[in-house]
């Protein structure tokens, strides 16, 4: 063979080589190449746009009409995601909420009804909450008399504490107007309001007009809220109190609602809508966000000149959410008795929860996408999505035709504060660990845990204290001092955990390290911290939401091989996973999770702090004469970009990470976001399963790209198969609809079963497993378990015994069903005892 032929077949045989090696090379990042994110603003054309292959995901949940009134042509090109993840709920304005209940605006007074806890109360009999159910939502829903949706896991002992309290799908609009008005007529007798709070003819009046509120009832829902709002208003006037019926869009009412203050009496009740926000299998932090004051979702929120405060709830509320009990039976007992005044004061009344269907063209797919049982599609669909020609088309549902409603934000309180915001930035961030949309159960994401470890005790006080020393070489960030300071000796943590990290790299190329993480706990210390009366570097509100987690952390202990022990005081009896979770050091700095390079957070900082070129005044809590800092608005990526221009000229470095970066490591960071901005014309550079590769405001239109650096952990695959699980659903519940004690008959309960295999949805019958049936009184929950008869069915008899003794009236069953190995179900049901 020649020379030459050897170089030839050497060369040919390295092309080769090179060829295969790529080929084989692992890719990495999620299924689609593409996602392509529009709104329409009507649901009808979002449906319509599905069936016919104009969109492949119309990613917002309708409601049971809607969906049943399309066509059956039409539906039959449609997947459908039924799930119930909706609900309503009213959000009452009890400014003074206290005796004599008058609101003063510049020289007028203004007389609150709902100021009145008992007024507040009696909505809860007011209202029939079947009819909204029958006839708003077509029964394509249920009753809800607390946070916790009816159904998800663990949810029926929150429900109980409304049973008990009297609350029935019915209500009793007798006895609602008769409360009412005794609680109105003991207000007219107080010395303040004698001869100024009068009921005259048809209605209650103050100062000779009306005592009229305000009913901020959402236009822009007119097959649901709207008519909501329209019956609950009609239900209201016939206790004698007027109601201005304000039909405003989202916007206007979430805008007054939630950031004016309750003192400027604009509004009375807002007829709320909301999100599950997640599949859970534990709610307390939900009896936190939906009723604690300190949580700051209550009229006032935690920042007005007025807000709502209730210190028994707000300790019960701090003492679950930072694990301060011994055991699982002590958890259940605060919390639920927080839940217990939380429902008597009556601040928040939910009402009903919705089923809601995702709609998903049928032929665009090769298999199901993962979506929450609990909340529907979410992050994970857009991830685990399998379209055939790897791109995927998303259109949301938008009155108005915005994609998006608040500030891109990352560190604020309010950013990212909207459903629609979360759709498109929760694929493009990774935390350190997440809930499963199947189980509800902790997974590891970025950061993973071993040697988890809990140990209390209960001190001579009444508190749960740890008993894990604490390294004396772990760290933590003192914010008046600038610096990191170890520990020391003679302190106790409840729980510790070692974590590795998956770092990866962030969208622009630069790698994540334990910087970020040093980082972010360094500014959330700074940042809820007030270190003299002109720090720059505070934010009221940032401290009201952070601080209560921020002080479970007792220090890091930065380990040689690069993994950190995390020393904390989070216990979690009922989960292990959980405590994991709590513990595991994390890069974000708000409650959305965003994760982005400490030199954007550090900018952002700078800029609300310090100052910005053009002389906007940013902040991270909205307010009047301020900015929101912004990721993706123009003037503030501009800002931005000058920002970083300005911190790379100045060889900025954060002082945090004096220790841990260089300044030549900084100025590439510094340089390449501003590469980035140049390039992208935004500033949000993640670290998730896709990159934002263009948003134009004008035309409401987003561009996701698959981020499918070498770096990045998971391949296409891994989610899809880490998520496949079996569920079990109850496919039928047969309980007599009247039960007459006189024929003293034991009361039989028949069931059906079958095994679900998600997110496929094929099902097949349940060929084993345990049902039991828990009757609830107003006392005790008496549970039977129930007799497999074979295929699916299941038989649960209640004694005769049992039910002999009770008072008449409806009585609510709850009904368990569990198989090995598969996600538990439950439904409530009722029968009238006689």
Not at 516 to 536: P, R, S
């Amino acid at each position: 063979m020649s020379r030459k032929a050897v170089i030839l077949c050497l060369l040919s045989l390295i092309i080769l080589v090179s060829l295969t090696t790529s080929v084989l090379a692992e890719v990495k990042g999620p299924i689609v190449d593409k996602v392509y994110i529009n709104a329409r603003m009507k649901e009808e054309i979002g449906l319509k746009d599905a069936a016919e292959g104009l969109t492949d995901i119309f990613f917002y949940g309708v409601n049971g009409p809607t969906i049943m009134g399309l066509d059956q042509a039409t539906r039959d090109k449609l997947d459908i995601y039924a799930v119930p993840s909706g609900s309503w709920s009213l959000n009452f304005n009890p400014v003074p909420n206290a005796a004599p209940y008058i609101v003063k605006v510049e020289d007028k007074e203004f007389f609150n009804p709902f100021a009145i806890r008992e007024v507040r109360f009696a909505m809860n009999d007011l209202i029939d909450r079947k009819y909204l159910v029958d006839e708003i939502l077509g029964g394509a829903g249920g009753p809800m008399f607390t946070m916790g949706t009816p159904g998800q896991p663990g949810t029926y002992k929150y429900n109980l504490v409304a049973n008990r309290l009297g609350f029935t799908p019915e209500g009793n609009e007798k006895k609602a107007i008769e409360d009412i008005t005794e609680a109105l007529q003991a207000a007219a007798a107080l010395p303040e309001l004698q001869g100024r709070l009068v009921k005259q003819g048809e209605w209650w009046t103050f100062d000779g007009e009306p005592a009229a509120i305000n009913f901020l009832i959402r236009v822009d829902d007119p097959q649901g809220r709207l008519k909501e709002g329209q019956y609950i208003a009609s239900q209201i006037e016939k206790a004698g109190i007027k109601v201005e019926r304000c039909l405003w869009d989202r916007v206007k009412c979430i805008e007054t609602s939630y950031y004016s203050d309750p003192a400027d009496y604009k509004w009375n009740i807002y007829t709320e809508g909301w999100g599950a926000g997640a599949t859970r299998a534990f709610w307390e932090h939900i009896v936190c966000q939906m009723y604690a004051p300190w949580y700051g979702y209550m009229a006032g929120g935690p920042d007005n000149k007025w807000h709502y405060e209730n210190d028994e709830i707000d300790r019960l509320t701090e003492k679950a959410y930072t694990g301060n009990f011994l055991t699982e039976e002590e958890y259940w007992d605060t919390t639920l008795e927080a839940l217990d005044l939380a429902l008597k004061d009556a601040c928040r009344i939910y009402v009903a929860y919705q089923m809601e269907y995702y709609a998903t063209n049928k032929a665009a797919f090769n298999n199901r996408m993962c979506y929450g049982l609990g909340d529907g599609l979410n992050e994970w669909s857009i991830i685990t999505a399998d379209t055939k020609n790897k791109e995927l088309r998303v259109t949301e549902f938008s009155a108005k035709g915005a994609l998006f409603m608040s500030a891109w934000d990352p560190i604020g309180t309010e950013g990212f504060n909207d459903v629609y915001s979360l759709v498109i930035a929760q694929p493009m961030s990774e935390r350190g660990a997440f809930e499963s949309p199947a189980s509800a159960i902790f997974i590891p994401l970025r950061a993973i845990p071993k040697d988890v470890d809990t140990k209390v005790h209960r001190d001579e006080s009444g508190e749960v204290v740890g008993d894990i020393p604490v390294s004396p070489d772990a760290i933590k960030y003192d914010s008046a001092r600038k610096e990191w300071y170890k520990v020391g000796s003679g302190v106790n943590s409840m729980s510790k955990g070692t974590y590795s990290f998956r770092f990866g790299n962030f969208h622009h190329g630069q790698p994540m390290t334990v910087a970020n993480l040093l980082y972010a706990e360094a500014f959330k210390t700074e940042w809820i911290n007030k270190d003299g009366e002109d720090d720059k570097y505070y934010d009221a509100a940032y401290e009201d939401y952070h601080r209560p987690d921020q002080e479970i952390k007792q220090g890091w202990l930065l380990n040689p091989d690069g993994t950190i022990t995390s020393y904390f005081d989070y216990n979690f009896p009922p989960s292990k996973e959980r405590v994991a979770a709590n513990g595991a050091p994390q890069a974000y700095l708000s409650g959305r999770y965003m994760i982005l390079p400490w030199e954007i957070f550090e900018v952002l900082g700078e800029l609300v702090a310090v100052g910005s070129e053009s002389g906007t005044v940013y902040s991270f809590t909205p307010g009047d004469g301020v900015e929101q800092v912004d990721l993706l608005r123009l003037s503030c990526v501009k800002d931005i970009r000058a920002k970083l221009v300005e911190l790379n000229d100045n060889n900025h470095l954060p002082v945090s990470l004096k220790d841990y970066v260089t300044v030549e490591e900084a100025k590439a960071g510094y340089e390449t976001a501003v590469k980035w901005i140049d390039e992208k014309g935004h500033a949000f550079i993640g670290n998730g399963a896709f990159y934002l590769e263009k948003y134009d405001p004008k035309t409401n239109y987003i561009e996701l790209t698959a981020f499918r650096d070498p770096e990045y952990p998971f391949t296409p695959d891994y989610w899809p198969s880490v998520f496949a699980t079996t569920t079990v659903r109850i496919d039928d519940v047969n309980i007599p609809a009247i039960y007459l004690r006189e024929k003293k008959e034991d009361l039989s309960i028949k069931v059906k079963v079958s095994e679900v295999l998600y997110p496929d949805g094929t099902a097949k019958i349940a060929e084993g497993g345990e049902v039991t049936a828990m009757l609830i009184t107003p006392t005790e929950e008496l549970s039977y378990k129930a007799k497999f008869l074979g295929s699916g069915s299941f038989e649960v008899i209640i004694p005769a015994d049992a039910v002999k003794d009770l008072e008449e009236g409806s009585y609510t069953i709850l009904i368990s069903a569990s198989v090995e190995g598969a996600v538990p179900a439950s439904v409530a049901s009722s029968t009238v005892i006689y």
